[in-house]
């Protein structure tokens, strides 16, 4: 859409320009969509005119997340109806994500190698290795893979961090099971503005090759460490964003609303988007000579094969939490189906819409 406005209606830019500018947002975190309209916004105006070009892009998605957030905070899944509308649309959004991983990979996953780091990163993932290991690993075996000791180096430091995790893990389930009342027993916890603000900005930092690479990392700090939110609850947010007129990533203003009411919801988008803003009006130039070099290429496709991996590993965990009966199975199979035989951009929506009136008239049961 927005290449046909600008280059083929308006006619402000020419084709080969646009298309170098998509590649180098392709290389970079964040939501390449919004950086687009930055960049294209600041030729057209200078800074004023990228700022306001990327606030239209976000406001009308971040106003109707920020009301669908409150009515479901408000409203709640009482209601039988609600209920099964969203057991539904979780099946819905499971397929999405999983259909997602797919896409993705056949992309990025050019050779062998970033195939088995992708494995690697998805079984890191699986054992509660943080990311930053993950990723730090997949980016400098890829960069380093010619020299195969410098690989199995890094490959001996991160089984030592792994088993490291294993019991700092270990030993806090420990204390957690002592402790009167699990943590998987209590209700999700109310969070700190500034530690959502650090999630949103943790997000848009690693966000490469789109919203669904965001998943894993939102969820790991709203899920596993803040427990702001539940599974069921952070799918809930992935369906509200799948049905929306907006980029996908306005899933996390739901999160950020859930875990801290209205100011958490602004200070959640706020740290997702602020990198994208950061990033095209402060250092488009620069970052457009930098990502000529190879070095950084191959760095950043082993990063991009790492959160592959980990966006694998997430779509089992919301896989586990999300299809819990037998029509839900049965719908997230449809849905799949459905992803893979209809191949157009209105397929996400209608997806999610379809999985939750169908669960609504079957009367599914979360």
Known sequence: MIRRELVDEERWIPPERFNR????????????AHELCVFFGTIAGGRVGGLLAGLGFLLPGLVLMLGLSWFYVSIGLGSPSVAALFAGAQAGVVAVVARAVHRIGAGALTDRTLLGLAASAAVLELAA?????????????????????????????????????????????????????????????SAPTGAILGSGLKSGLLTFGGAYTAIPFVRRDAVERGGWLSDRQFLDGLALGGILPAPLII?????G????????????????????????????????RLVENRALHDLLDGITAGV????????????????????????????LAVL??????????????????VSLLLGAKA
């Not at 961090?161 to 402790?179: D, E, I, Q, W």
């Open 129 to 189: 290795v943080h990311f930053a290991i993950s990723l730090t690993f997949c980016g400098a075996a890829y960069a380093l893979r010619r020299r195969r000791w410098a690989v199995f180096i890094l490959a001996v430091a991160v089984l030592a961090a792994v088993g490291l995790s294993a019991t700092a893990r270990h030993r806090r389930n420990a204390t957690l099971s002592s402790a009167p009342g699990r943590a998987a027993d209590r209700a999700p916890a």
């Open 251 to 255: 899933f996390g203003t739901f999160v």
């Open 340 to 357: 893979y035989l209809w191949r157009s951009k209105a397929a996400v929506a209608a997806v999610v819409l379809g999985s939750a009136i």
């Open 21 to 32: 500018t998509l590649a180098v947002y392709q290389v970079l975190p964040g939501p390449e």
């Open 308 to 335: 592959v991996g980990i966006i694998a590993a997430t779509t089992l965990h919301l896989f586990r939490a999300g299809i819990r009966t037998l029509p839900q199975l049965v719908l997230f199979a449809a849905a």
């Open 257 to 288: 609303y859930v875990a801290g009411g209205l100011t958490g919801a602004l200070a959640m988008t706020l740290g997702i988007f602020l990198p994208a803003f950061a990033i095209t009006l402060v250092g488009h130039s620069a970052l457009e």
